[in-house]
């Protein structure tokens, strides 16, 4: 089925200004957003995020110049259970998601990981001029986006500003480099199949290549519109699991709908690996019962990996999560 165009007005924009310039009262406001944004859509753009865009650009074109490299090259530097690296087009397939349907092949894109905090040891990188300070600049000023968002979650829920802080002060997070070659694809075939992240937030720069699809609730598939210089941001499963299924992990997929190549840059945010997740107390009361039994960040990543990546990792993952 061919996702709709929709209104910018369906996406809300959370503009960051008034945080970053310390507005009396941007953090209750911005968090009102947050909570409308997340339990009615589960997909949200900022503006005014404090991340030069020149960054952005960057590494658009440092995922170019990696996935450019020589097929044996990249097949050199392999991700594993514990290190980031090259997976290659076909290497995973979404069993993570129920969502994904009945028919799940491969998912046809190739991908670098790098990831830093959590409990893997370290990432390959290739031998490209400034690839490791690009990436780890990069990676260091998302880090900063997201810690900036922490206080407005916390005041999304009704919770001290710093409730979550703790939770983040070495944060799991992962940049992937995603290449979606030109081709047609079979029935069920995607290049991404529909699937919701394990992340808390997820941060989608703007491309200038179509091929990203969401689903909201109330809605069927819609292609969301482009917004300059801005992210689209969307919550994960263990924030679902941290607000008790108040907030959505909204379900998404890809396909490169252009003649050209479409690269993807998204960067995956989360708590330190041992974080316990458990429903926040404003979440839990009598019309609303405990969903999920708590799990820290880290066993909710591993059971996600295995569950996508077995044939990467060498382990195998229950087929419902944790």
Known sequence: MTAVDVETSLIPVLDLQPLLDGEPGATDALGDELRAALQDIGFFFVVNHGVPWSLVETIYDTA????????????????SRLWGGYLGLGGG?????????????????????????????????????????DTSTYIAEMSALGHRLLPVL???????????????????????MSHYPAMDYEDNEW?????TDSSI???????????????????????PPAMAEAFLVNSGDMLKRWTNNQFRSTAHRARNASTGDRYA?????????????????????????LLHEPITYGDYQRWFLNRNYEAVTGQSASTAAP
């Open 201 to 223: 937030f997820t941060f989608l720069p703007t491309n200038d290549v179509p091929g990203l699809e969401i689903r909201p609730a109330g809605y069927d598939w819609i292609a």
């Open 191 to 195: 290049g991404l199949a529909p699937h």
């Open 64 to 79: 170019r110049r990696l996935h450019g490299l020589p097929q044996p090259d990249k097949d050199a530097m392999p991700m």
């Open 265 to 289: 840059v998204p960067f995956f945010y989360g708590a330190r690996d041992d974080a316990m997740v458990e429903a926040v107390p404003t979440t839990v009361d009598r019309e609303h019962p």
């Open 93 to 133: 397939t979404s069993y993570a998601s129920e969502i994904a349907g009945e028919v799940r092949k491969p998912n046809q894109n190739e991908a670098f990981f790098i990831h830093e905090g959590g409990y893997r040891e370290g990432n390959h990188y290739p031998d490209l001029p400034g690839f490791e300070s």
């Open 154 to 176: 916390a005041a999304s829920l009704h919770l001290d500003p710093d409730y979550f802080v703790p939770h983040f002060d070495v944060p799991s997070v992962t940049l992937r």
